[in-house]
T-cell receptor, first 113, second 116 residues
Framework: NAGVTQTPKFQVLKTGQSMTLQCAQD?????MSWYRQDPGMGLRLIHY???????DQGEVPNGYNVSRSTTEDFPLRLLSAAPSQTSVYFC????????????FGQGTRLTVV | AQKITQTQPGMFVQEKEAVTLDCTYD???????LFWYKQPSSGEMIFLIY??????QNATEGRYSLNFQKARKSANLVISASQLGDSAMYFC?????????????FGTGTRLKVLA
C-alpha cells in the first residue's frame, strides 16, 4: 500500500535555485495539500487542490507554485529558494468530506543555504 | 475565519497517568470535523481520533478520547494511562464544509513528554 509518496526526503539548495517537491497518492483522493512545518508554528497550509485542474492558496503561498494535472500528482515548486523557506514540507491527501482524515507523506526536510 | 489554537507548547505527564491536551477552535460553520494527529520523533503524522460537529457523544479510540464541548468551541484530547511511547508532538486540526473546499487547518501543536 503506497498511500502518499513524497520525494525527496532531504534536500539542500542554494539561495536562488529552484526545485520541485513531488507528491503522488494512489487512493483516488480529490483533496491534496502542501504544508510547511516550522518550530512553534505548527503546520501551515501553502496550497491545496480539490481536484485536477483546481488549486488555491493557503496561508503561506508566497514563493511557491503548484499545479494539479492529474488526480494522483500534486507537485510543489520553489521558484527561487530563500533561507526563509528552510523547513519540513508535508504533502497530504484525503477524500473531499468533512469527516475524513488526511493521509500524509513522509515529509521533506529542505535546507536553503 | 477558520482557526485552531493550542495554548500548551509543552506538557509533562507521569507514566500511567492521564493527560489532557487543550484545543480550541473558531468557525462560523455548522458542519465541521475535528481531528487529532500524533507526530513522533521519527516525523510521520499519525491520525488518532475524529469528532464531528453533529456528534452528540465524545469520540473514543482505545486510550484516546476527545472531550468535545461545542458551546465552548473546545476539543481537548485525553490520553489515559500514558505510556512512554506517547511522547510526541500532538496536533489538533479542523476541517470545515463551508464552500466545499474542506481545507484542513492545524494548530501549533503540543509536545508531550511522558516520564518514567
Amino acid at each position: 500500500n503506497a498511500g502518499v509518496t513524497q520525494t525527496p526526503k532531504f534536500q539542500v539548495l542554494k539561495t536562488g535555485q529552484s526545485m520541485t517537491l513531488q507528491c503522488a497518492q494512489d487512493m483516488n483522493h480529490e483533496y491534496m495539500s502542501w504544508y510547511r512545518q516550522d518550530p512553534g508554528m505548527g503546520l501551515r497550509l501553502i496550497h491545496y487542490s480539490v481536484g485536477a485542474g483546481i488549486t488555491d492558496q493557503g496561508e503561506v503561498p508566497n514563493g511557491y507554485n503548484v499545479s494539479r494535472s492529474t488526480t494522483e500528482d500534486f507537485p510543489l515548486r520553489l521558484l527561487s529558494a530563500a533561507p526563509s523557506q528552510t523547513s519540513v514540507y508535508f504533502c497530504a491527501s484525503s477524500y473531499q468530506a468533512v469527516n475524513t482524515e488526511a493521509f500524509f507523506g513522509q515529509g521533506t526536510r529542505l535546507t536553503v543555504v | 475565519a477558520q482557526k485552531i489554537t493550542q495554548t500548551q507548547p509543552g506538557m509533562f505527564v507521569q507514566e500511567k497517568e492521564a493527560v489532557t491536551l487543550d484545543c480550541t477552535y473558531d468557525t462560523s460553520d455548522q458542519s465541521y470535523g475535528l481531528f487529532w494527529y500524533k507526530q513522533p520523533s521519527s516525523g510521520e503524522m499519525i491520525f488518532l481520533i475524529y469528532q464531528g460537529s453533529y456528534d452528540e457523544q465524545n469520540a473514543t479510540e482505545g486510550r484516546y478520547s476527545l472531550n468535545f464541548q461545542k458551546a465552548r468551541k473546545s476539543a481537548n484530547l485525553v490520553i489515559s494511562a500514558s505510556q512512554l511511547g506517547d511522547s510526541a508532538m500532538y496536533f489538533c486540526a479542523m476541517r470545515e464544509a463551508t464552500s466545499g473546499t474542506y481545507k484542513y487547518i492545524f494548530g501549533t501543536g503540543t509536545r508531550l513528554k511522558v516520564l518514567a
